[in-house]
Nanobody
């Protein structure tokens, strides 16, 4: 089992920044890919960004150039640096872990991000 705990959400004005963290514990060596997802009220969950154990990153188009996913392997922590935030970034943000190419088996409880115009 892998336990994921997100933190760092909050309320900011448009154009502001936040850094989300996701602390991983347990059998983390069973996974080698981690992602951030988000879900806005009334909308489906959306994949945001992914990083693998080699540090290769991918992003959904709407956040490219604004968000940066990274990881600190020594601290078993995943990050999402979010800059130039927009009201449409408002959502509950979740981190998830998996074996690359497999299903996202492990999820955190989420952290709320609210961006006001």
């Amino acid at each position: 089992q892998v336990r994921l705990v997100e933190s760092g959400g909050g309320s900011v004005q448009s154009g502001g920044s936040l850094r989300l963290s996701c602390a991983a514990s347990g059998n983390i060596y069973s996974t080698n890919c981690m992602s951030w997802f988000r879900q806005a009220p009334g909308k489906e969950r959306e994949w945001v960004a992914e990083i693998n154990s080699y540090g290769r990153t991918t992003y959904t188009d709407s956040v490219k150039g604004r968000f940066t996913i990274s990881q600190d392997n020594a601290k078993n922590t995943l990050y999402l640096q979010m800059n130039s935030l927009k009201p449409e970034d408002t959502a509950m943000y979740y981190c998830a872990a998996a074996r690359c190419g497999g299903s996202w088996d492990y999820w955190g409880q989420g952290t709320q991000v609210t961006v006001s115009s």
